[in-house]
């Protein structure tokens, strides 16, 4: 192949990526636009079997570790994506996100070895940057793993001296970097990958549950500078391209997430050094609620008017997507008004809510966006929060100092009667305790969601 | 221009051609967007075939082969997962 024909093979590939995302962007197109990424990472993957260098196309004998090597990852990639349930995808792309940061730390490791005296300062800058943001993407997504999985707790981990030990540990990765620099060495680069990796765990541990898809985010974008910095190495331009693309288009993403959220970004990631772990207020205080029966729930939709569905994540766990259909299909039928309110964070991250319930065929239409549904909840007679806590919990508004304030919530408190389906008085993620399940025109029923909705819809039949 | 000059000006515009195509996107696409961007950057696989191909001990080519792997996790698992969750939103377009 030659250079020209390479590197326009290369130039369309890079095109075709930036289609993706524009493709992904917008709903109708977005199917499309993450074929066509892939179809350009494919395209990018065959040519560089033909790639012209100075030392010409690949030398033949590492060719059967090449493809050895694609095809494991192939096996183990392919099942993985697709035997993961739905409700654990953001695990999984935490996991992806953190192999691919492994992936250009180990690249950059290999680069570095391969660097010369001549090599130019430039280039020594970018593959140490790459080693260091690539172990700290590597680590950090497997802690955040961890989190979603609920391997590990999903409260903001606050170690002792943790804020001098996560300096510490950052002006030695400093330090390291610049001893790397200097002199070309491999036992002070694994020091400093080592050092590295170390941080990631630091930076992310501080995190609580809530706020995770943001870092996994915000680790995306890192992992696509390292692709980038790499690109700069090989003097690979599609590596620059796409690895850039993803760096600027995962910050703004971060940012708008973390708008989405109400939160600010520092506050998300500093938030638990500067403020001390809050610890759920009443707790450990015997209340009175008002518990009903399904039979009650059921009088109580039956009656009214306007019901607002309010799924959380209780209801994925549960798997109760179609069961909560078959409820709203038959309150339809009823003649009463039944829309579904999706906070944006609704789930484990941003759109995860939608995802699930298009994954149970539930309409379009009836999905309504928080700032649509919040002005209708005062004509609304029946709110009904299935498996969500954190998203309608009046103390984002009235409760500064507390871990989600500040984030937009669902107003189902100014409907005229609350429903929660709840497996117990636990609090939800963020581990704040809800007000308003003491409120007196509040009803639980407890129980796993599906099992509840199933009685529910029983008793409408019989109704 | 030099050459690390061209390569810095193409960063640039990088930078804010992927600031521009993301920047009106619903929060709805939040989660199928960061799935797709973060398969997009397994293309480091790129790098890993070329430092690969060029190793010479058996220190290079383990750890050129382990990040081969691992990128291939990467851009593979990446598309099809970001797929299976469109596909969900396909389903809701025909009721």
Redesign the interface.
């Known amino acids: 192949m030659s250079r020209n024909l390479y590197d326009l093979m290369g130039l369309a590939a890079a095109v075709l990526?930036?289609l993706?995302?524009?493709g992904?962007?917008?709903?109708k197109s977005?199917?499309r636009?993450?074929?066509l990424?892939?179809l350009?990472?494919f395209v990018?993957?065959i040519i560089?079997?033909f790639?012209p260098g100075e030392?010409g196309e690949?030398?033949l004998d590492?060719?059967g570790?090449?493809l050895?090597?694609?095809a494991?990852?192939?096996v183990?990639?392919?099942p993985?994506?697709?035997m993961?349930k739905?409700t654990q995808?953001?695990q999984?792309?935490a996991l992806?996100?953190g192999?691919?940061g492994?992936?250009?730390a180990?690249?950059a490791?290999?680069?570095y070895?391969?660097l010369g005296e001549s090599a130019?300062f430039?280039a020594v800058l970018a593959t140490v940057f790459t080693v260091v943001v690539g172990c700290i993407s590597f680590s950090g997504s497997i802690v955040t793993f961890l989190k979603l999985q609920e391997l590990m707790t999903t409260r903001p981990v606050i170690l002792p001296f943790g804020r001098t030990l996560i300096f510490a540990n950052l002006a030695a990765v400093i330090g390291v970097s610049g001893w790397v620099m200097r002199e070309l060495g491999t036992s002070p680069l694994l020091i400093l990958a080592g050092l590295s990796l170390l941080f990631g765990v630091l930076f992310v541990l501080p995190v609580g549950g809530a706020d995770v898809p943001i870092v996994?985010?915000l680790l995306?974008a890192f992992?696509?500078l390292?692709?980038?910095a790499?690109?700069?190495v090989?003097?690979?331009?599609?590596?620059?391209?796409?690895?850039?693309?993803?760096?600027?288009?995962?910050?703004?993403?971060t940012r708008?997430?973390a708008e989405?959220m109400g939160r600010s970004l520092f506050g998300t990631l500093f938030g638990a050094f500067t403020q001390k772990a809050q610890d759920a207020t009443g707790t450990g205080e015997e209340r009175p609620v008002k518990s009903g029966s399904p039979e009650d729930v059921a009088i109580l939709l039956n009656y009214a008017r306007r019901v607002v569905i309010v799924p959380g994540f209780g209801l994925a766990v549960a798997q109760a997507q179609h069961t909560v259909r078959e409820m709203a299909d038959l309150l339809s039928a009823k003649g009463i008004d039944v829309a579904y309110g999706i906070h944006?964070?609704a789930g484990r991250?941003?759109?995860?809510m939608?995802?699930?319930?298009?994954?149970a065929?539930?309409?379009?239409e009836q999905l309504v966006?928080m700032e649509e549904v919040n002005p209708t909840f005062a004509q609304t007679d029946v709110a009904l929060v299935v498996g969500a806590n954190d998203v309608v919990n009046p103390a984002a508004k009235t409760t500064p100092g507390c871990p989600i304030y500040g984030m937009p919530i669902l107003d189902v408190q100014q409907s005229a009667n609350i429903i929660f389906l709840k497996r117990s008085m636990r609090p939800g993620f963020a581990g704040i305790e809800n007000e308003l399940l003491y409120d007196t025109k509040t009803t639980l029923l407890f129980g796993d969601a599906k099992a509840s909705l199933t009685k529910v819809v029983s008793a409408l039949k019989s109704l | 221009m030099s050459?690390?000059m061209a390569?810095l000006a193409?960063?640039t515009l990088?930078?804010?051609?992927?600031?521009e195509?993301?920047?009106?996107?619903?929060?709805?696409?939040?989660?199928?967007?960061?799935?797709?961007?973060?398969?997009?950057?397994?293309?480091?696989?790129?790098?890993?075939?070329?430092?690969?191909?060029?190793?010479h001990t058996s220190?290079?080519?383990g750890?050129?082969?382990?990040?081969?792997?691992?990128?291939?996790?990467?851009?593979?698992?990446?598309?099809?997962?970001?797929?299976?969750?469109?596909?969900?939103?396909?389903?809701?377009?025909k009721?």
């Not at chain 1, 090989?234 to 993403?253: K, Q």
């Not at chain 1, 991250?349 to 995860?352: A, E, F, L, N, S």
């Not at chain 1, 065929?361 to 379009?364: A, F, G, I, M, S």
């Not at chain 2, 382990?66 to 299976?84: E, H, S, W, Y």
């Open positions: 990526f930036i993706a995302l524009k992904l962007s917008s709903p977005a199917r636009g993450n074929a990424g892939a350009g990472a990018a993957t560089v079997f790639y030392k690949l030398p590492n060719l570790w090449i050895g090597a694609i494991i990852g192939v183990i990639g392919v993985a994506a697709r993961v739905m995808m953001p999984m792309v992806f996100n192999v691919g492994g992936a250009a180990l690249v490791i290999v680069e070895i391969k130019s430039a996994i985010s995306n992992t696509g390292t692709v980038a790499s690109g700069y090989l003097e690979a331009t599609l590596l620059i391209v796409a690895g850039t693309l993803v760096g600027a288009s995962g910050t703004i993403l708008l997430m989405a944006p964070v991250m941003p759109g995860h939608n995802v699930l319930l298009a994954e065929n539930v309409p379009y966006e | 050459e690390a390569l193409i960063f990088a930078i804010f051609v992927g600031f195509v993301v920047s009106k996107v619903s929060s709805t696409l939040h989660t199928p967007l960061m799935s797709g961007a973060n398969a997009i950057h397994g293309i480091i696989l790129v790098g890993a075939i070329i430092v690969a191909s060029h190793s220190l290079e080519l750890l050129s082969i382990a990040a081969i792997i691992l990128a291939t996790i990467n851009v593979v698992g990446g598309f099809v997962v970001t797929d299976r969750m469109l596909e969900m939103f396909k389903g809701k377009k009721s």
